[in-house]
Every structure is written in C-alpha cells, then in structure tokens.
C-alpha cells in the first residue's frame, strides 16, 4: 500500500481510518506514551473500531488479541489513559499516543510494561563507526 499524506488532508476519524496501513490481522500497534514524563508505557493493538472509540471518545481502547474483544484501559483497574494527542508515523503502520496516565500503565502494577525485564544490550557510538 502506498503511503501519501497531504498536510490539508481531514483528520476526521474515517479519514485517519482510511489512511491506516493495516496489518495483515487487520490491526495497527499504537504505542502509548506519558505526556508528563514522555516515558514509552506500554504497546497495544487496535483495529479500525477501536481507533475511531480512540479518536472520538478521548480515552484509550484496544483491541484485545487473546480475549478477541476491546477493552478500554482503566475501565476495570481505574488505571485511565486520557488521551491528549495522536501520530501516525511516516508509513502510517504505526500509531502514537501521548496520554494522561492515572495509575500504573501495566496489568502488573509496573508504572510501564517496559519495567519488568530490563535488558543489557552492547551500547552503540557513532565515535569510529564506519558507516558514520
């Protein structure tokens, strides 16, 4: 699918839909982050559905994959995520939240799923890098 995107173009729910480069499940990855602290909390999946509730109700749904139902964050936990913007990045496959995060963003209590398995990558520098 080609990716175009005119800066005039209306960012009406159907046409930010239409312009979704779906997955083959028919599912977009929305990363979601704080607007506080800009800290990356957590990844979910949405499908068209439940990018529009997204994008008109200013509260986070997901599309839950191993349930096959959505789920709103924060309707069971009171963990919300308030929406407070909303990017497709440049192939329009991805899609970033900035949220207002009451509570832990984690089903496990962590303030990010990113918490609860740190890895120890070899760091990269671009000092004596030959591809630089």
Known sequence: MSWTHDS???DA???VIARVA???DGLLPAIVQEESSRDVLML????????RRTLTEGRVTFWSRSRQEYWRKGDTSGHRQYVRGAALDCDGDALLLTVHQLGP??????HACFDEDPLRPVL??????AAS
């Open 22 to 24: 779906w997955n083959p």
């Open 105 to 110: 963003a984690c089903h496990t209590g962590s």
């Open 124 to 129: 990269g520098s671009p000092e004596g890098d």
């Open 8 to 10: 005039d173009t209306d």
């Open 13 to 15: 729910p159907e046409a």
């Open 44 to 51: 979910g999946y949405m499908d068209a559905e439940a990018l």
